[in-house]
């Protein structure tokens, strides 16, 4: 039996989660991935690494730039471009300037950093969740086949995710309203192709980050290794636009999808080179961008037992909203609990 079990190992789960144990509860996160961080996702191929889902960070609000300034005081991140350029239908060219900041060593970094204390269970599917006789929580696994208990439980994870596994519990257990918000809540998909080049590929771009604005294959291109310190080659980061993504989502193979992306970017960018990579890797976003997002910062059920849903689609503001999000989740808890001194005020002196 543990205190708190936090479903998902994104940024607002771990938030969560470090509230929690910080406070004095005894938490278990539950991942289903091998890493940490969600769409804060960094893959290691061909020798280097690349951000293939959240790209950088631009805070908008004081606590995700208290955090990116906590992070580069670690030398975590740093500043990777003041100018993200903007691709318009009529191939005009404008700008967005406010500073980015990414992480050298690969974006998840911002997720291990939130890590350390934490119990957290990687590569472990929740399949089930049920009510016991002793009145916890109980989480099925199913990789293990093991079963968890907990009084309290946080799923931090996409909405139709979560939907999908409490739906079974049905509106007595959590009630008819919550269902139907949680089942409100709607995602844009989206693709990510990584493709690496030849050292020798000319001419490089002059940019470090551009938007297609109302495109129909392509969302934003990112140069991927002007992040890293020493690259060994060019490579590049693609997401596809949300209507590109509906096309393919169910597709078995992406790799076609991919070499279209790389295709229309290399006839937009007049970078021919770029249709012809040396590798290529995609991965599938099902649940990328909130597109109808619950404008509450978690949204919790109607139950006995303690049962708070968080994560970037409570407010749709991505890493602040998930952060802001979980810190949310983390005082919903402790109010159904035991009510103990969380450090929301001084979140980051948990990091001193």
Same mark, same amino acid.
């Given at each position: ?9 994104g ?12 406070? #004095? ?12 961080? #969600? ?7 061909n020798?280097?690494?690349?951000? =293939? ?5 631009k ?5 995700? #730039?208290?955090?990116v ?28 300037s ?28 929740? *399949? ?5 006789p ?18 309290? /439980?946080?799923l931090? *994870?996409?909405?139709?995710?979560? /939907? ?6 049905? %509106?007595?257990?959590? +009630?008819k %309203? ?7 809540? %709607?995602?844009?998909?989206? *693709? ?10 000319q001419?490089?771009? =002059? ?5 297609? &604005?109302?495109?129909? &294959? ?13 690259p ?17 989502? %169910? ?10 992306m ?20 995609? =991965? ?30 409570? +407010? +749709?503001?991505?890493?602040e +909203?998930?952060?802001?999000?979980g ?5 919903e808890?402790?109010?159904?609990? =035991? ?7 001084n ?6």
């Open positions: 039996m543990t205190d708190v079990a936090v479903i998902g190992a940024m607002a789960g771990l938030v969560c989660a470090q509230q929690l144990t910080q406070a #004095g509860y005894s938490v278990i996160v539950v991942e289903k991935s091998r890493g940490l961080g #969600g769409r804060v996702a960094t893959r290691r191929l020798e280097t690494w690349a951000d =293939h889902g959240a790209c950088y960070l805070p908008k609000g004081e606590l995700l #730039g208290n955090f300034e906590l992070l580069r005081d670690r030398n975590i991140l740093e500043v990777w471009t003041d100018t993200v350029y903007e691709l318009k239908p009529n191939s005009e060219l404008g700008e967005n406010a500073p980015r900041y990414v992480a050298p060593a690969g974006m998840s970094a911002i997720a291990k950093f939130l890590a350390p204390g934490l119990d957290i269970l990687l590569n472990q599917r929740v *399949i089930a969740i049920n009510q016991t002793e009145n916890s929580w109980r989480l099925t696994l199913e990789s293990s086949n093991e079963e968890l208990t907990a009084k309290a /439980l946080v931090a *994870i996409p909405a139709p995710q979560a /939907l999908m596994l409490l739906t079974p519990l049905g %509106e007595s257990v959590l +009630g %309203e919550f269902l139907d918000n949680l089942s409100s809540v %709607e995602f844009y998909p989206c *693709i990510s192709a990584i493709a690496g080049y030849p050292a020798t590929v001419p490089l771009p =002059h940019w470090k980050a551009l938007n297609f &604005v109302d495109d129909p &294959v392509l969302g934003w291109i990112g140069f991927d290794s002007s992040k890293r310190l020493n060994q080659q060019p490579v590049f980061v693609l997401q596809s636009s949300a209507n590109f993504a509906q096309v393919y989502l %169910e597709s078995s193979d992406l790799q076609p999808a991919a070499q279209e790389l295709q229309h970017a290399a006839e937009s960018l007049r970078l021919p080179w770029l249709g012809t990579p040396e590798w290529m890797q995609v =991965h599938r976003w099902r649940y990328a961008f909130p597109s109808r997002p619950w404008q509450e910062a978690v949204l919790s059920a109607n139950s006995s037992l303690p049962l708070v849903c968080c994560g970037d689609w409570c +407010g +749709g503001n991505l890493v +909203g998930a952060m802001l999000s810190l949310a989740a983390s005082m808890i402790n109010n159904q609990l =035991h009510q103990l001194l969380l450090p929301n005020m979140f980051f002196k948990v990091f001193t």
